[in-house]
Protein backbone atom coordinates (compact mmCIF):
# COMPACT_ATOMS: atom_id res chain seq x y z
CA UNK A 1 0.00 0.00 0.00
CA UNK A 2 0.92 3.52 -0.56
CA UNK A 3 0.71 4.60 2.86
CA UNK A 4 3.50 2.09 3.94
CA UNK A 5 5.88 3.99 1.14
CA UNK A 6 7.95 7.01 2.68
CA UNK A 7 9.07 9.93 -0.05
CA UNK A 8 12.18 11.99 1.08
CA UNK A 9 12.05 15.54 -0.16
CA UNK A 10 15.69 17.27 -0.37
CA UNK A 11 15.19 20.81 -1.68
CA UNK A 12 16.95 24.17 -0.25
CA UNK A 13 13.19 25.52 -0.96
CA UNK A 14 10.92 25.74 1.70
CA UNK A 15 8.10 26.42 -0.12
CA UNK A 16 9.02 23.47 -2.73
CA UNK A 17 9.17 21.31 0.17
CA UNK A 18 5.38 21.91 1.58
CA UNK A 19 3.99 22.09 -1.82
CA UNK A 20 5.34 18.47 -2.80
CA UNK A 21 4.70 16.97 1.19
CA UNK A 22 1.23 18.19 0.03
CA UNK A 23 1.04 16.87 -2.93
CA UNK A 24 2.25 13.40 -2.05
CA UNK A 25 0.51 13.29 0.70
CA UNK A 26 -2.85 13.83 -1.11
CA UNK A 27 -1.79 10.61 -3.67
CA UNK A 28 -1.38 8.68 -0.35
CA UNK A 29 2.15 8.70 0.54
CA UNK A 30 3.81 9.51 3.56
CA UNK A 31 6.62 11.74 3.65
CA UNK A 32 9.56 13.22 5.12
CA UNK A 33 11.79 16.83 4.30
CA UNK A 34 15.50 17.80 4.19
CA UNK A 35 16.58 21.78 3.90
CA UNK A 36 20.17 20.42 2.01
CA UNK A 37 22.15 17.14 1.18
CA UNK A 38 23.79 16.82 4.63
CA UNK A 39 20.17 16.62 6.58
CA UNK A 40 18.83 14.33 3.23
CA UNK A 41 21.50 11.82 3.91
CA UNK A 42 21.34 11.99 7.73
CA UNK A 43 17.00 11.17 6.96
CA UNK A 44 18.18 8.60 4.11
CA UNK A 45 20.07 6.57 6.89
CA UNK A 46 17.73 7.00 9.22
CA UNK A 47 14.65 6.40 7.70
CA UNK A 48 15.07 4.40 4.72
CA UNK A 49 13.23 6.15 2.37
CA UNK A 50 11.38 3.92 -0.48
CA UNK A 51 11.65 6.95 -2.91
CA UNK A 52 13.76 10.49 -2.92
CA UNK A 53 12.82 13.68 -4.48
CA UNK A 54 16.08 15.79 -4.43
CA UNK A 55 17.08 18.85 -6.29
CA UNK A 56 20.68 19.12 -7.96
CA UNK A 57 21.91 22.50 -7.15
CA UNK A 58 21.58 23.17 -3.22
CA UNK A 59 24.30 24.98 -1.05
CA UNK A 60 27.13 22.58 0.15
CA UNK A 61 27.01 19.11 -1.74
CA UNK A 62 24.78 18.78 -5.01
CA UNK A 63 21.93 16.58 -5.32
CA UNK A 64 24.37 14.36 -7.79
CA UNK A 65 26.62 13.99 -4.85
CA UNK A 66 24.33 13.06 -2.41
CA UNK A 67 22.67 10.81 -4.99
CA UNK A 68 25.63 8.66 -5.44
CA UNK A 69 26.37 8.14 -1.77
CA UNK A 70 22.77 7.29 -1.26
CA UNK A 71 22.81 4.87 -3.73
CA UNK A 72 26.14 2.94 -2.65
CA UNK A 73 24.17 2.82 1.21
CA UNK A 74 21.07 1.44 -1.08
CA UNK A 75 21.88 0.48 -4.72
CA UNK A 76 18.20 -0.05 -5.38
CA UNK A 77 16.72 3.34 -3.99
CA UNK A 78 14.53 5.35 -6.50
CA UNK A 79 15.94 8.88 -6.84
CA UNK A 80 13.99 11.39 -8.69
CA UNK A 81 16.34 14.45 -9.27
CA UNK A 82 15.00 18.12 -9.92
CA UNK A 83 17.08 21.06 -11.79
CA UNK A 84 15.94 24.54 -12.41
CA UNK A 85 19.01 23.76 -14.88
CA UNK A 86 17.74 22.10 -18.83
CA UNK A 87 21.73 20.93 -19.01
CA UNK A 88 22.34 18.04 -21.20
CA UNK A 89 26.21 17.74 -19.15
CA UNK A 90 24.10 17.19 -15.83
CA UNK A 91 21.03 14.95 -17.35
CA UNK A 92 23.94 12.36 -18.58
CA UNK A 93 25.85 12.61 -15.38
CA UNK A 94 23.03 11.73 -13.48
CA UNK A 95 22.00 8.72 -15.99
CA UNK A 96 25.36 7.43 -15.37
CA UNK A 97 25.33 7.87 -11.77
CA UNK A 98 22.10 5.79 -11.39
CA UNK A 99 19.14 8.22 -11.01
CA UNK A 100 15.78 6.99 -11.51
CA UNK A 101 14.73 10.14 -13.34
CA UNK A 102 14.68 13.47 -12.85
CA UNK A 103 12.43 16.84 -13.92
CA UNK A 104 13.35 20.27 -15.07
CA UNK A 105 11.65 23.44 -12.86
CA UNK A 106 9.49 24.50 -13.30
CA UNK A 107 7.81 21.33 -12.82
CA UNK A 108 3.72 20.50 -13.75
CA UNK A 109 2.99 18.60 -10.18
CA UNK A 110 1.02 16.03 -12.49
CA UNK A 111 4.35 15.47 -13.94
CA UNK A 112 5.80 14.62 -10.13
CA UNK A 113 2.72 12.73 -9.59
CA UNK A 114 3.49 10.50 -12.33
CA UNK A 115 7.20 9.80 -11.66
CA UNK A 116 6.66 9.03 -8.19
CA UNK A 117 3.94 6.57 -9.03
CA UNK A 118 6.08 4.88 -11.39
CA UNK A 119 8.35 4.82 -9.24
CA UNK A 120 6.03 3.17 -6.93
CA UNK A 121 4.82 0.80 -9.29
CA UNK A 122 8.56 -0.49 -10.23
CA UNK A 123 9.12 -0.76 -6.15
CA UNK A 124 5.79 -2.94 -6.08
CA UNK A 125 7.15 -5.02 -8.92
CA UNK A 126 10.88 -5.75 -7.70
CA UNK A 127 9.29 -6.77 -4.29
CA UNK A 128 6.72 -9.01 -6.47
CA UNK A 129 9.34 -10.59 -8.21
CA UNK A 130 11.86 -11.25 -4.86
CA UNK A 131 8.37 -12.90 -3.37
CA UNK A 132 8.11 -15.26 -6.43
CA UNK A 133 11.87 -15.83 -6.38
CA UNK A 134 11.40 -16.82 -2.98
CA UNK A 135 8.64 -19.15 -3.32
CA UNK A 136 10.39 -20.33 -6.05
CA UNK A 137 13.48 -21.34 -4.37
CA UNK A 138 11.35 -22.89 -1.47
CA UNK A 139 9.12 -25.24 -3.60
CA UNK A 140 8.95 -24.43 -7.11
CA UNK A 141 12.54 -24.88 -8.82
CA UNK A 142 14.22 -28.03 -10.00
CA UNK A 143 17.26 -27.31 -11.21
CA UNK A 144 17.30 -24.34 -13.95
CA UNK A 145 13.36 -24.81 -14.77
CA UNK A 146 11.27 -21.58 -13.97
CA UNK A 147 7.46 -22.19 -13.07
CA UNK A 148 4.93 -21.92 -10.81
CA UNK A 149 2.21 -23.62 -12.90
CA UNK A 150 1.06 -26.76 -10.95
CA UNK A 151 1.13 -29.28 -14.04
CA UNK A 152 4.72 -28.47 -14.69
CA UNK A 153 5.33 -28.83 -10.67
CA UNK A 154 4.26 -32.26 -11.20
CA UNK A 155 6.44 -32.57 -14.02
CA UNK A 156 9.60 -31.66 -11.71
CA UNK A 157 8.42 -34.16 -9.59
CA UNK A 158 8.78 -36.65 -12.28
CA UNK A 159 11.69 -35.74 -13.40
CA UNK A 160 13.29 -36.03 -9.57
CA UNK A 161 12.09 -39.60 -9.47
CA UNK A 162 12.97 -40.18 -13.01
CA UNK A 163 16.49 -38.87 -12.71
CA UNK A 164 18.20 -41.49 -10.61
CA UNK A 165 16.84 -44.44 -13.17
CA UNK A 166 18.89 -45.48 -16.51
CA UNK A 167 15.43 -45.62 -18.04
CA UNK A 168 15.72 -44.38 -21.52
CA UNK A 169 13.18 -41.30 -21.30
CA UNK A 170 10.54 -39.64 -24.62
CA UNK A 171 10.02 -35.94 -23.43
CA UNK A 172 7.08 -35.06 -26.10
CA UNK A 173 5.99 -31.07 -26.01
CA UNK A 174 5.67 -28.10 -29.26
CA UNK A 175 8.61 -26.57 -30.29
CA UNK A 176 9.93 -23.93 -27.70
CA UNK A 177 8.62 -25.19 -24.85
CA UNK A 178 11.97 -26.68 -22.93
CA UNK A 179 12.24 -30.14 -23.86
CA UNK A 180 16.11 -29.65 -23.43
CA UNK A 181 16.49 -27.76 -20.55
CA UNK A 182 14.00 -30.71 -19.20
CA UNK A 183 16.79 -33.02 -20.41
CA UNK A 184 19.69 -31.66 -19.07
CA UNK A 185 17.83 -31.40 -15.57
CA UNK A 186 17.73 -35.25 -15.93
CA UNK A 187 21.52 -35.41 -17.12
CA UNK A 188 22.52 -33.43 -13.96
CA UNK A 189 20.24 -34.39 -11.20
CA UNK A 190 21.38 -38.12 -12.05
CA UNK A 191 24.12 -40.13 -11.23
CA UNK A 192 25.61 -39.73 -14.73
CA UNK A 193 26.10 -35.74 -13.93
CA UNK A 194 29.69 -35.86 -13.94
CA UNK A 195 30.11 -37.75 -17.37
CA UNK A 196 29.17 -35.91 -20.75
CA UNK A 197 25.54 -34.58 -21.49
CA UNK A 198 25.64 -34.87 -25.37
CA UNK A 199 23.39 -33.05 -27.85
CA UNK A 200 21.92 -34.34 -31.17
CA UNK A 201 19.68 -32.25 -33.03
CA UNK A 202 18.42 -34.99 -35.64
CA UNK A 203 16.75 -32.95 -37.80
CA UNK A 204 19.75 -30.24 -38.56
CA UNK A 205 22.29 -32.79 -39.76
CA UNK A 206 21.57 -34.15 -43.39
CA UNK A 207 20.81 -37.61 -44.04
CA UNK A 208 23.72 -38.73 -45.17
CA UNK A 209 25.80 -37.95 -42.70
CA UNK A 210 23.86 -38.95 -39.67
CA UNK A 211 25.51 -42.40 -39.46
CA UNK A 212 28.98 -40.98 -39.48
CA UNK A 213 27.92 -38.48 -36.36
CA UNK A 214 25.89 -41.14 -34.50
CA UNK A 215 28.55 -43.38 -34.42
CA UNK A 216 32.08 -42.22 -35.81
CA UNK A 217 33.79 -43.75 -39.04
CA UNK A 218 37.20 -44.78 -39.93
CA UNK A 219 40.12 -43.31 -41.93
CA UNK A 220 38.98 -43.35 -45.60
CA UNK A 221 35.37 -44.90 -44.70
CA UNK A 222 33.93 -42.50 -47.48
CA UNK A 223 35.51 -39.55 -49.83
CA UNK A 224 36.86 -36.58 -47.15
CA UNK A 225 37.30 -39.17 -44.46
CA UNK A 226 40.99 -38.67 -43.92
CA UNK A 227 41.02 -39.46 -40.38
CA UNK A 228 38.97 -41.60 -38.44
CA UNK A 229 36.09 -39.64 -36.64
CA UNK A 230 34.44 -40.95 -32.97
CA UNK A 231 30.70 -40.52 -33.21
CA UNK A 232 28.06 -38.77 -30.12
CA UNK A 233 27.72 -42.54 -29.00
CA UNK A 234 31.20 -42.63 -28.15
CA UNK A 235 31.60 -39.21 -26.64
CA UNK A 236 28.90 -39.89 -24.42
CA UNK A 237 29.94 -42.80 -23.14
CA UNK A 238 28.96 -43.21 -19.47
CA UNK A 239 26.77 -39.94 -19.89
CA UNK A 240 23.94 -39.06 -21.11
CA UNK A 241 23.06 -38.58 -25.10
CA UNK A 242 20.26 -36.25 -25.76
CA UNK A 243 18.23 -36.70 -29.38
CA UNK A 244 16.31 -33.44 -29.72
CA UNK A 245 13.17 -34.35 -32.82
CA UNK A 246 13.97 -38.14 -32.47
CA UNK A 247 11.21 -38.06 -35.42
CA UNK A 248 12.96 -36.87 -38.33
CA UNK A 249 15.15 -39.79 -37.86
CA UNK A 250 15.07 -41.66 -41.25
CA UNK A 251 14.17 -45.31 -41.40
CA UNK A 252 17.57 -46.58 -42.26
CA UNK A 253 18.86 -44.84 -38.99
CA UNK A 254 15.94 -45.72 -36.97
CA UNK A 255 17.37 -49.98 -37.65
CA UNK A 256 20.52 -48.90 -36.20
CA UNK A 257 19.51 -46.86 -33.35
CA UNK A 258 17.71 -49.93 -32.18
CA UNK A 259 20.67 -52.04 -32.17
CA UNK A 260 23.01 -49.76 -30.22
CA UNK A 261 19.94 -49.62 -27.53
CA UNK A 262 19.48 -52.77 -27.60
CA UNK A 263 22.98 -54.59 -27.96
CA UNK A 264 24.96 -51.33 -26.55
CA UNK A 265 27.36 -52.14 -29.31
CA UNK A 266 27.78 -50.81 -32.37
CA UNK A 267 30.59 -50.14 -35.21
CA UNK A 268 32.30 -46.91 -36.83
CA UNK A 269 31.35 -46.53 -40.44
CA UNK A 270 33.94 -48.57 -42.19
CA UNK A 271 35.07 -50.26 -39.52
CA UNK A 272 34.46 -54.09 -38.43
CA UNK A 273 35.91 -53.40 -34.85
CA UNK A 274 32.42 -53.79 -32.34
CA UNK A 275 32.45 -50.01 -29.89
CA UNK A 276 30.60 -51.08 -26.62
CA UNK A 277 29.42 -48.16 -25.02
CA UNK A 278 27.03 -47.38 -21.66
CA UNK A 279 25.21 -44.41 -22.94
CA UNK A 280 21.91 -43.46 -21.17
CA UNK A 281 19.61 -42.21 -23.91
CA UNK A 282 17.16 -39.07 -23.68
CA UNK A 283 15.00 -38.21 -26.57
CA UNK A 284 12.55 -35.15 -27.73
CA UNK A 285 9.39 -34.51 -30.59
CA UNK A 286 7.09 -32.28 -30.71
CA UNK A 287 5.19 -34.88 -33.11
CA UNK A 288 3.19 -37.62 -32.51
CA UNK A 289 4.94 -40.33 -32.21
CA UNK A 290 2.51 -43.50 -31.91
CA UNK A 291 0.66 -41.49 -35.38
CA UNK A 292 4.17 -42.21 -37.10
CA UNK A 293 4.33 -45.49 -36.51
CA UNK A 294 0.58 -46.10 -37.78
CA UNK A 295 1.51 -44.07 -40.70
CA UNK A 296 4.79 -46.77 -41.54
CA UNK A 297 7.38 -43.73 -40.75
CA UNK A 298 8.26 -44.80 -37.58
CA UNK A 299 9.43 -47.98 -36.70
CA UNK A 300 6.94 -49.88 -34.10
CA UNK A 301 9.70 -51.51 -32.12
CA UNK A 302 12.00 -48.75 -31.63
CA UNK A 303 9.38 -46.29 -30.21
CA UNK A 304 8.28 -49.21 -28.05
CA UNK A 305 12.33 -49.51 -26.53
CA UNK A 306 12.21 -45.64 -26.34
CA UNK A 307 8.96 -45.10 -24.94
CA UNK A 308 9.89 -46.57 -21.22
CA UNK A 309 9.21 -43.12 -19.83
CA UNK A 310 7.65 -40.03 -21.41
CA UNK A 311 6.93 -36.66 -19.97
CA UNK A 312 4.81 -34.22 -21.65
CA UNK A 313 5.57 -30.34 -21.58
CA UNK A 314 2.78 -28.25 -21.69
CA UNK A 315 2.59 -25.41 -23.91
CA UNK A 316 3.41 -21.77 -22.59
CA UNK A 317 -0.35 -20.97 -23.34
CA UNK A 318 -1.29 -23.50 -20.99
CA UNK A 319 0.25 -22.38 -18.38
CA UNK A 320 -0.12 -18.30 -18.09
CA UNK A 321 0.99 -18.11 -14.60
CA UNK A 322 4.98 -18.27 -15.62
CA UNK A 323 4.58 -15.65 -18.27
CA UNK A 324 5.43 -13.04 -15.45
CA UNK A 325 7.70 -15.39 -14.10
CA UNK A 326 10.07 -16.18 -16.95
CA UNK A 327 9.61 -12.84 -18.30
CA UNK A 328 11.17 -11.22 -15.21
CA UNK A 329 14.23 -14.33 -15.25
CA UNK A 330 15.05 -13.25 -19.09
CA UNK A 331 14.94 -9.78 -17.91
CA UNK A 332 17.37 -9.93 -15.70
CA UNK A 333 19.52 -12.07 -17.79
CA UNK A 334 19.45 -9.84 -20.87
CA UNK A 335 20.29 -7.06 -18.72
CA UNK A 336 23.27 -8.38 -17.63
CA UNK A 337 24.18 -9.72 -20.56
CA UNK A 338 23.51 -6.25 -22.69
CA UNK A 339 24.35 -3.93 -19.44
CA UNK A 340 21.37 -2.19 -19.34
CA UNK A 341 19.82 -0.88 -16.07
CA UNK A 342 15.53 -1.66 -16.32
CA UNK A 343 13.58 -2.29 -13.78
CA UNK A 344 10.54 -4.23 -14.62
CA UNK A 345 7.83 -4.05 -17.40
CA UNK A 346 5.11 -1.30 -17.65
CA UNK A 347 1.37 -2.73 -16.69
CA UNK A 348 0.65 -2.44 -20.32
CA UNK A 349 3.56 -4.56 -21.63
CA UNK A 350 2.65 -7.11 -19.13
CA UNK A 351 -0.90 -7.50 -19.66
CA UNK A 352 0.01 -7.22 -23.76
CA UNK A 353 2.72 -10.59 -22.79
CA UNK A 354 0.08 -12.53 -20.66
CA UNK A 355 -2.88 -12.46 -23.71
CA UNK A 356 -0.23 -13.50 -26.41
CA UNK A 357 -0.68 -17.08 -26.91
CA UNK A 358 3.30 -17.74 -27.40
CA UNK A 359 2.88 -20.14 -30.35
CA UNK A 360 6.65 -20.39 -29.94
CA UNK A 361 6.51 -20.78 -26.36
CA UNK A 362 9.60 -20.36 -23.71
CA UNK A 363 11.69 -19.51 -27.00
CA UNK A 364 9.75 -16.89 -28.67
CA UNK A 365 9.26 -15.43 -24.79
CA UNK A 366 13.02 -15.50 -24.41
CA UNK A 367 13.65 -13.89 -27.59
CA UNK A 368 10.63 -11.18 -27.53
CA UNK A 369 12.46 -9.64 -23.66
CA UNK A 370 15.49 -9.28 -25.36
CA UNK A 371 14.58 -7.89 -28.39
CA UNK A 372 12.56 -5.12 -25.65
CA UNK A 373 16.13 -4.65 -23.53
CA UNK A 374 17.76 -4.09 -26.33
CA UNK A 375 15.39 -1.59 -28.17
CA UNK A 376 14.25 0.46 -24.44
CA UNK A 377 15.02 3.58 -24.41
CA UNK A 378 14.28 4.34 -20.16
CA UNK A 379 14.31 2.10 -17.24
CA UNK A 380 10.97 0.22 -17.93
CA UNK A 381 10.35 -2.24 -20.98
CA UNK A 382 7.27 -0.62 -22.77
CA UNK A 383 4.72 -2.11 -25.18
CA UNK A 384 6.63 0.04 -27.74
CA UNK A 385 9.58 -2.07 -27.29
CA UNK A 386 7.58 -5.38 -27.70
CA UNK A 387 7.89 -7.04 -31.20
CA UNK A 388 5.21 -5.44 -33.68
CA UNK A 389 3.70 -9.08 -34.17
CA UNK A 390 3.04 -9.95 -30.35
CA UNK A 391 1.48 -6.20 -30.01
CA UNK A 392 -0.92 -6.61 -32.87
CA UNK A 393 -1.83 -10.52 -31.58
CA UNK A 394 -2.34 -9.30 -28.63
CA UNK A 395 -5.27 -6.81 -30.38
CA UNK A 396 -6.63 -9.69 -32.26
CA UNK A 397 -6.91 -11.82 -29.66
CA UNK A 398 -9.11 -8.92 -27.77
CA UNK A 399 -11.49 -8.15 -30.31
CA UNK A 400 -11.74 -11.76 -30.88
CA UNK A 401 -12.86 -12.31 -27.38
CA UNK A 402 -14.55 -9.39 -25.90
CA UNK A 403 -16.89 -8.33 -29.59
CA UNK A 404 -18.85 -11.53 -29.18
CA UNK A 405 -19.66 -10.79 -25.65
CA UNK A 406 -20.52 -7.58 -26.30
CA UNK A 407 -22.96 -7.71 -29.17
CA UNK A 408 -24.82 -10.38 -26.85
CA UNK A 409 -24.89 -7.71 -24.34
CA UNK A 410 -26.07 -4.89 -26.78
CA UNK A 411 -28.52 -7.39 -27.76
CA UNK A 412 -30.15 -8.31 -24.63
CA UNK A 413 -30.12 -4.87 -23.16
CA UNK A 414 -32.10 -3.52 -26.80
CA UNK A 415 -34.76 -6.73 -26.07
CA UNK A 416 -34.42 -5.65 -22.36
CA UNK A 417 -35.48 -1.98 -22.87
CA UNK A 418 -38.20 -3.04 -25.64
CA UNK A 419 -40.07 -5.10 -23.89
CA UNK A 420 -40.43 -3.17 -20.68
CA UNK A 421 -41.38 -0.60 -22.97
CA UNK A 422 -44.35 -2.57 -24.48
CA UNK A 423 -45.30 -3.80 -20.69
CA UNK A 424 -45.65 -0.36 -19.56
CA UNK A 425 -47.77 0.52 -22.18
CA UNK A 426 -49.94 -2.42 -22.29
CA UNK A 427 -50.34 -1.85 -18.17
CA UNK A 428 -48.65 -5.27 -17.44
CA UNK A 429 -51.30 -7.25 -19.52
CA UNK A 430 -48.54 -10.25 -21.42
CA UNK A 431 -51.37 -10.95 -23.45
CA UNK A 432 -51.38 -7.54 -25.17
CA UNK A 433 -47.96 -6.69 -24.75
CA UNK A 434 -46.95 -10.48 -26.52
CA UNK A 435 -49.60 -9.16 -29.58
CA UNK A 436 -47.44 -5.79 -29.92
CA UNK A 437 -44.37 -7.35 -30.00
CA UNK A 438 -45.07 -10.09 -32.29
CA UNK A 439 -44.38 -12.96 -30.32
CA UNK A 440 -46.08 -15.79 -28.73
CA UNK A 441 -47.43 -15.11 -25.06
CA UNK A 442 -45.02 -18.23 -24.17
CA UNK A 443 -42.10 -16.57 -25.96
CA UNK A 444 -42.85 -13.41 -23.71
CA UNK A 445 -42.73 -15.42 -20.48
CA UNK A 446 -39.66 -16.99 -21.43
CA UNK A 447 -38.18 -13.64 -22.24
CA UNK A 448 -39.63 -11.97 -18.86
CA UNK A 449 -38.25 -14.89 -16.81
CA UNK A 450 -34.64 -14.48 -18.57
CA UNK A 451 -34.75 -10.33 -17.74
CA UNK A 452 -36.20 -11.52 -13.59
CA UNK A 453 -39.02 -9.40 -14.95
CA UNK A 454 -42.03 -12.48 -13.96
CA UNK A 455 -43.78 -12.63 -10.70
CA UNK A 456 -44.60 -16.21 -9.15
CA UNK A 457 -47.58 -16.52 -11.37
CA UNK A 458 -44.97 -15.77 -14.58
CA UNK A 459 -42.45 -17.98 -13.46
CA UNK A 460 -44.98 -21.04 -12.81
CA UNK A 461 -46.57 -20.41 -16.18
CA UNK A 462 -43.11 -20.63 -17.74
CA UNK A 463 -42.61 -23.95 -15.75
CA UNK A 464 -45.82 -25.56 -17.64
CA UNK A 465 -45.12 -24.53 -20.78
CA UNK A 466 -41.58 -26.86 -20.78
Not at 217 to 233: D, L, W
Not at 265 to 273: I, T
Not at 432 to 448: D, F, N, Q, V, W
Request: hydrophobic share 45%; aromatic share 6%.
Amino acid sequence: MKTDYQILIVDDDESIRRMLAAVLAREGFQTVTAADGEEGLALFRSSSPDIVLMDIRMPGRSGIEVMSDMLELRPGAAVILMTAYADLDTAVQAIKNGVFDFVIKPFDLAEIGLLVNRAYQMREMRREIVTLQHELSESLRFNRITTSDPAMRALCDAVVRIAASNATVVIYGESGVGKELLATSLHYNSPRAQRPFVKVNCGAIPEGLLESEFFGHEKGAFTGAVARRTGRFEHADGGTLFLDEIGELPLSLQVKLLRVIQDRAFERVGGDKTQSVDVRLVVATNRNLEEMVAAGTFRSDLYYRLNVVNLAVPPLRARPSDIQLLAAHFLRKFTAEHAREIDGFDDHALAIMQRYSWPGNVRELSNAVERAVVMSTGHSIFAEDLPLTIVHASRQNISDDVAPKLLKELVRGFELKVITGALERNQGNRSRTASELGISRRALLYKLHEFNLDSGECADAVIQCE
